[in-house]
């Protein structure tokens, strides 16, 4: 029996194509996106002259990414890798990147983002988005999640989250308490005008983890709560 969960919870990604347009059809999920954008954008500025490296986790049709980079003065700088399982929102996020111009700045990569082999020859990144994912992960995988992070962002660059709080702040707290404060710090948490979402920037303060090269980082799960 937990073997077919555990074969349904990696293999349901053909229920995700609908997700980007009806989601972002809602207030609430504009709002999210606005404020990722808003984060995201503070990280690219803050970020180290030079080359800068994105990594996107979950990453949808990549909306939040390709928003921000389309008019972004860092834009020429940036290479971004965003790993995204459903087929559907990658053709949507490769057309929406093409339209944008950032065909050689955007790279969608159609691959299991909870599996380390997928990260294998990637560099830790200057930003990691981390969005609309929390709320699939149950709590006893999240510490896991949270190394993961401390291999794929670089030592001081920064990893932008969001989580659902409108039922409860615990959310956002729980959350924010898996990133020990001795590696990481919080540079900047938002909430949504409506309440419904917390969009936060920590920064990576403490040394580069190695990775494992192959493992399982998290099961995505439908609802995690
Ligand atoms: C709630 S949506 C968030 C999408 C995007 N990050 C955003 O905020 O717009 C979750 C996304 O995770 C994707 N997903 C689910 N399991 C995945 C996996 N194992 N690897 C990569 N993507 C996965 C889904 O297809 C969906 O696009």
């Known amino acids: 029996m937990s073997a077919l969960r555990a074969w349904f919870r990696r293999w349901s990604p ?10 972002y059809r809602l207030e609430g999920y504009r709002q999210r996106l606005a404020s990722v954008q808003e984060h995201l954008a503070e990280c690219l500025e803050g970020a180290a002259a030079g080359p800068v490296s994105i990594l996107s986790m979950c990453a949808g049709d990549g909306r939040d990414v390709i928003g921000v980079l389309r008019s972004h003065p860092r834009r020429s700088d940036v290479t971004a890798r965003l790993v ?4 559907r929102s990658v053709s949507a996020g490769v057309r929406q990147a ?9 790279h969608f ?4 983002a909870t599996d380390y082999a997928t990260y294998d020859l990637v560099e830790p990144s200057d930003v990691v988005l981390v969005c609309g994912v929390w709320g699939h992960v149950n709590a006893g ?3 896991s999640l949270v190394r993961a992070l ?12 969001t989580r659902g709080v409108a039922k ?3 959310r956002l707290h729980d959350v924010l308490s898996r990133f020990p404060a001795a590696t990481w710090s919080t540079e900047r948490t938002s909430v949504t005008p409506d309440g419904e979402f917390a969009v936060v920037t ?21 609802n995690a709560g």
Do not use: Y
Request: glycine content about 10%; hydrophobic content about 35%; proline content about 8%.
């Open 84 to 87: 995204e399982l459903n087929r």
């Open 141 to 143: 995988q999240r510490p």
């Open 150 to 161: 401390e291999s794929l962002c670089k030592p001081g660059g920064t990893v932008v989250w």
């Open 168 to 170: 409860s702040m615990t």
């Open 202 to 222: 920590v920064r990576r303060i403490g040394p580069a983890r190695e990775r494992p090269r192959t493992g399982r980082i998290f099961d995505f799960e439908r």
């Open 98 to 106: 093409n339209a944008a111009g950032l065909a050689d700045r955007v």
């Open 14 to 23: 053909s229920a995700w194509g609908w997700w980007p347009d009806k989601a």
């Open 109 to 112: 990569v159609h691959a299991d």
